[in-house]
T-cell receptor, first 115, second 116 residues
């Protein structure tokens, strides 16, 4: 069975601090995909990144970066120099091979950036 | 702009009543999904459909029903058999299986159902 664990329920930091959101996954598939979504107060989930299991390179997009480590089954998300607009609930998700489109989501981490 | 429209945004229901949540997409996506979100539990899959006139149960399908008569539409009915229907419901869509980016979901803004 597939499972995603986001152990941090809530995180609160002051603006401009760096913050890392943890994600640990479990799967028996050799091919799989990992995702991060952002849910602002409006409610709509916004896609941030997809990473397949064969690509362990870290990725950076502006202030966002992702660290994928198969050895520890983790796919952590770091926001550098956080801003108030980063306040949201962030979900990590796990999907199977292409064609198996069901995603399993973690419980989510509520991130609050205080001015 | 293409996207997913969910309606109504807020819905109140008396116990014992069925309610239907609407989901329409103009992204030309083949697959559509319904998720339920409860505080502290993340998103759980209710039903999904990969093609018109076909759908499969997700992890928590009991007390719910769906139809997929048109590619653009995937309505969800919350029946009186659903024992704890108060939740936030999210509809999503994606490209067909094996298409590039097939498992990237696009979400609607959600519908919040409250049972009185």
């Amino acid at each position: 069975a597939q499972k995603v664990t986001q152990a941090q329920t809530e995180i609160s930091v002051v603006e401009k601090e760096d913050v890392t959101l943890d994600c640990v996954y479990e799967t028996r598939d050799t091919t799989y995909y990992l995702f991060w979504y952002k849910q602002p107060p409006s409610g709509e989930l916004v896609f941030l990144i997809r990473r397949n299991s064969f690509d362990e390179q870290n990725e950076i997009s502006g202030r966002y970066s992702w660290n994928f480590q198969k050895s520890t089954s983790s796919f952590n998300f770091t926001i550098t120099a956080s801003q108030v607009v980063d306040s949201a609930v962030y979900f990590c998700a796990l999907g199977g091979r292409a064609g198996a489109q069901k995603l399993v989501f973690g419980q989510g981490t509520r991130l609050t950036i205080n001015p | 702009d293409g996207g997913i429209t969910q309606s109504p945004k807020y819905l109140f229901r008396k116990e014992g009543q069925n309610v239907t949540l609407s989901c329409e997409q103009n992204l030309n996506h083949d697959a559509m999904y319904w998720y339920r979100q409860d505080p502290g539990q993340g998103l759980r899959l209710i039903y999904y459909s990969q093609i018109v006139n076909d759908f499969q149960k997700g992890d928590i399908a009991e007390g719910y029903s769906v139809s997929r008569e048109k590619k653009e539409s995937f309505p969800l009915t919350v029946t009186s058999a659903q024992k704890n229907p108060t939740a936030f419901y999210l509809c999503a869509s994606s490209k067909g299986a094996f298409a590039p980016g097939a498992n990237v979901l696009t979400f609607g803004a959600g519908s919040r159902l409250t049972v009185l």
